[in-house]
């Protein structure tokens, strides 16, 4: 049986309702978003279901999409944009920024795939199929997409943002924004703008030049985007409940742990509680680490990526509209890890996300700007490493447009490889977690059946 696909219906483009004079000067970027210049788009977006009530147009719901959109982008007007880019040869300087002149808008696509809903949340692997909801793959010239693709049963609403122009704590602010505006019609069609407008001026360390280069003649001299392997994706649900049992144990152990060494009892490590974040990343990192088997004193890492706005002194806004994020690593053997206890590891962790502090991100934009350079995908992450991506704090589940809660986030074909994980907001709140999980099929297999792992999901994690 021939498998369904995602068939386009209408392509087109949607532009901010108001522009101003402001809303047309190019937009710079600051350290961390160039350094994101080959880091693949943010591909999120929520599956609902389509509503019962007989009065439901899919025709009317599209339009008030796009005339939500246009109102949302008159604030959010980066997104409706185009990259330049200015080059020189001599010395070889590549500048690159946003240019909202002539730029048609935003894309936005209407797709219909011949599925239901429970089609697309199977108990085990996420489809595919999903990845085609996320539609045409991204170029360099027009920028993201939001992609809405109606099932038999459902609407799955998608958004895809250059990874250069925001991070995971931007793009939701956008996404909650759109969904505010969308509820926000009145009777006689207006909507409200949105109650939060984005901090549109980059951040710059004090005295670099508001206009930053990277050392290249051309932007093809940077471009690394490897095609990843085929990989498994699965999403394990943790509630609460198991949670708090987990946090709870390893900060049971953190404690035995100072007890046992040199550090006095009072110490501001002993004291300070490891985060359930951190807990859950060091039973994760244990778990795929053992799935692979390396040898002993293989090196293995964890990356976390850390907002910076509320570090920095004085701080950034939560509004602020661009990447503030940082990874910090976790580094051991696999010996170390898989002998010591998860609280060993969780601490280890909650020690470098600690120590990132604003003279850690100011020492950091500064060396950038002293050699700049792009992240590169193929020497970032390796075989041995696993990084610990998105955050179940994003109002994902807020965005409802109409339509109730969503009854899945799901992502797109970016950013993924052997070892990437992503972490959600449980659809039951309270402080549940899903997290997706991509790994090689071989390591899927040891990993989804890993005794420490199904405690944890199964809440059977005592002190």
């Given at each position: 049986?021939?498998s ?14 108001i522009?101003?004079?402001?809303s047309q000067?190019?937009i710079y ?5 160039l350094?994101?210049f ?7 977006g929520l599956?609902?279901?389509k509503p019962e009530?007989?009065?439901f147009s899919?025709?009317?719901f ?7 959109l ?8 980066p997104l409706?944009?185009?990259l ?11 500048t690159?920024?946003?240019n909202?002149?002539n730029?048609?808008g935003?894309r936005?696509?209407h ?10 949340l ?5 489809p595919?199929?999903?990845q ?8 360099r010239?027009?920028r993201?997409?939001q992609n ?10 998608g ?6 122009v ?24 207006h909507f409200?703008p949105?109650?939060r407008?984005?901090?549109l001026?980059?951040?710059?360390p ?10 290249f003649?051309?932007?093809?001299e ?8 085929f990989l498994?994706?699965?999403i394990?649900?943790?509630?609460a409940d ?11 152990e953190q ?5 046992e ?13 490891i985060?359930?974040l951190?807990?859950?990343s ?7 680490t053992?799935a ?8 293995t890492?964890?990356?976390?990526a ?5 570090r920095?002194s004085p ?8 990447n ?12 170390v ?6 609280g ?5 962790l909650?020690?470098m996300?600690a120590?990132?502090?604003?003279k ?6 500064g ?9 590169k995908?193929?020497?970032t ?6 990084q ?7 109002d994902?589940y ?5 339509l109730g ?13 052997d070892?990437k994980?992503a972490l959600y907001?449980?659809?039951?709140g309270g ?5 997706e999980?991509?790994?090689l099929?071989?390591?899927?297999a ?12 199964n809440g059977?994690?005592?002190i």
């Amino acid at each position: 049986m021939e498998s369904p696909k995602v068939e386009i219906i209408s392509n087109c483009f949607i532009k901010p309702q108001i522009t101003s004079q402001e809303s047309q000067k190019p937009i710079y970027f600051s350290p961390w978003d160039l350094a994101m210049f080959n880091i693949n788009y943010i591909q999120k977006g929520l599956l609902f279901r389509k509503p019962e009530n007989q009065d439901f147009s899919v025709a009317t719901f599209l339009q008030d999409l796009k005339d939500s959109l246009s109102v949302t982008l008159t604030h959010f007007h980066p997104l409706a944009a185009r990259l330049a880019t200015v080059k020189q040869q001599d010395p070889p300087s590549l500048t690159i920024f946003l240019n909202p002149e002539n730029s048609p808008g935003a894309r936005f696509i209407h797709s219909t795939v011949d599925l239901s809903v429970s089609d697309v949340l199977p108990p085990t692997d996420v489809p595919l199929i999903v990845q085609s909801f996320f539609r045409p793959p991204p170029s360099r010239c027009l920028r993201r997409p939001q992609n809405v693709t109606e099932l038999v049963d459902g609407i799955f609403i998608g958004v895809s943002a250059n990874h250069m122009v925001v991070d995971g704590t931007s793009y939701w602010h956008f996404f909650n924004s759109w969904s505010e505006v969308f509820r926000s019609k009145t009777q006689n069609g207006h909507f409200a703008p949105v109650s939060r407008p984005p901090v549109l001026e980059r951040w710059i360390p004090p005295g670099a030049d508001p206009i930053l280069t990277l050392p290249f003649s051309h932007e093809h001299e940077i471009i690394d985007r490897p095609y990843p392997p085929f990989l498994r994706e699965r999403i394990f649900h943790f509630s609460a409940d198991s949670l708090s049992k987990l946090k709870a144990k390893v900060n049971s152990e953190q404690r035995q742990i100072y007890t046992e060494s040199s550090y006095a009892i009072d110490s501001e490590c002993n004291t300070t509680k490891i985060s359930t974040l951190q807990a859950l990343s060091a039973v994760v990192w244990r778990c795929v680490t053992r799935a692979r088997q390396p040898p002993e004193n293989q090196v293995t890492d964890c990356l976390l990526a850390v907002n910076n706005r509320r570090r920095l002194s004085p701080p950034l806004p939560d509004e602020y509209f661009g990447n503030s994020i940082q990874g910090v690593r976790g580094v051991t053997t696999a010996g170390v890890l898989l002998g010591r206890s998860v609280g060993w590891a969780a601490q280890l962790l909650h020690e470098m996300v600690a120590n990132h502090d604003d003279k850690a991100i100011r020492e950091f934009v500064g060396s950038w700007v002293k050699n700049p350079y792009v992240y590169k995908s193929s020497g970032t992450f390796d075989s041995n490493s696993i990084q610990m991506g998105s955050s179940p704090r994003f109002d994902m589940y807020g965005n409802e447009f109409g339509l109730g809660r969503g009854v899945a986030v799901l992502s797109g074909y970016a950013n993924k490889f052997d070892g990437k994980m992503a972490l959600y907001p449980g659809r039951d709140g309270g402080g549940s977690i899903d997290l997706e999980v991509c790994l090689l099929p071989e390591n899927m297999a040891a990993f989804e059946c890993d005794e420490e792992l199904l405690r944890v999901v199964n809440g059977e994690e005592s002190i």
